[in-house]
């Protein structure tokens, strides 16, 4: 629904993909995952919701009607969004279709899916997860991946995770998501874009050669395991930007074996716990990139994930240049983290 004033418009309007005429990005208008326009107006923060009024506990109808229940398991769920970004679209397949509006713009509907990763326990915060939590949520979201990689509309799978309002989270109860899109993300093409030049030059993946240099180099390494480097990044857009790369090269996510995932669980355990302790439980954000779903073996490409504390937001040099001033060192901020442990 959307609201104009006090009336109530009965159409329900859909999520449209629209592209910016001037620099080729896409932008998802999606008006039903608001409210009204004056909602806008000072937004304040959302308040912890209580159990009883919480959409995703367990007593709610949300799980007891929406569930995908071969996708459960002891500690998680998985739903569809009631607001999805990208709507599932099984009749028809058409990932690039496109069309012009107003004999001007390019427009493609939204299609794709949209998935809600519940943790089923409301009270438990991202920084309490117990090891077997993370573990899940990443055989969960490796299940839901291969689940999209059918779906013929879909380009592009994306896991993130919103932990607090100044990242995101508009609801308390813990959850991750799964953007599943017919679009490349911008961010992603950027990544491809410059991984192929790499590549054409040099002869080798660049995350890889990333990896051995900040092995060697160990300035900015936060944590090592048997598999993956976990480091704040060169160039970092934000305080304690860091990232957990495999050693490994492979481009997708959801060929990664259940031992590596267990591993990744673990590990996240660890370096979040590290956040948690060093920034006193932190808004932050973490996402996974791979390799398009459409793309076989890719050997420019290497999957990643990037954690982002919320501890800065951007100004209107940020906003208005896309050059971002980042104002820790990612060295000083390896150090800083490397302190204390959860
Ligand atoms: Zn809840
Ligand atoms: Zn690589
Ligand atoms: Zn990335």
Redesign the pocket.
């Known amino acids: 629904m959307f609201y104009l004033g006090d009336e109530i418009a009965t159409i329900k309007l859909m999520p449209q993909l629209r592209q910016n005429i001037i620099t080729g990005e896409w932008v998802v208008i999606a008006p039903e995952r608001a409210k009204r326009p004056s909602d806008f107006v000072s937004a304040e923060s959302p308040k912890p919701s209580l159990g009883e009024n919480c959409p995703f506990c367990l007593d709610n109808e949300l799980y007891k009607k929406e569930s995908l229940s071969e996708f459960e398991t002891k500690d998680i769920y998985v739903i569809p969004n009631s607001f999805p970004a990208f709507v599932e679209d099984p009749q028809n397949c058409s990932p690039r279709s496109f069309k012009v509006e107003d004999g001007f713009y390019t427009t493609r509907p939204s299609t794709g899916g949209h998935d809600v990763i519940i943790i089923k326990k409301h009270n438990l915060q991202i920084f309490g997860f117990a090891e077997h939590i993370w573990e899940d949520l990443f055989l969960v979201a490796k299940r839901r991946y291969s689940y999209y990689r059918k779906d013929c509309n879909v380009r592009y799978s994306m896991l993130i995770y919103n932990q607090g309002a100044r990242a995101g989270a508009s609801i308390y109860h813990p959850h991750a998501q799964l953007m599943a899109s017919n679009i490349i993300p911008n961010?992603?093409s950027k990544?491809i874009h410059g991984s192929q030049s790499y590549f054409e030059e040099n002869g080798t993946c660049v995350f890889c050669d990333l990896l051995a240099h900040e092995k060697k180099q160990r300035l900015r390494v936060v944590e090592e395991t048997e598999s993956f480097l976990v480091f704040t990044f060169y160039a970092a857009r934000f305080p304690f930007e860091t990232?957990v790369v495999p050693k490994r090269h492979s481009a997708h996510f959801e060929q990664q074996q259940v031992s590596l995932l267990r591993e990744l669980g673990q590990l996240m355990k660890r370096v979040i716990g590290k956040l948690d302790a060093n920034l006193k439980s932190p808004a932050l954000n973490f996402y996974l990139?791979d390799s398009p779903a459409t793309v076989g073996k890719a050997d420019y490409f290497h999957w990643?994930l990037?954690i982002v504390p919320r501890v800065s937001t951007y100004g209107g040099y940020e906003l208005g240049s896309g050059t971002i001033i980042d104002v820790l060192s990612p060295e000083e901020a390896a150090k800083y983290l490397r302190q204390k442990s959860a």
Do not use: A, P, V, Y
Request: charged residues 30%.
């Open positions: 961010q992603i990544e990232w990139h990643h990037e």
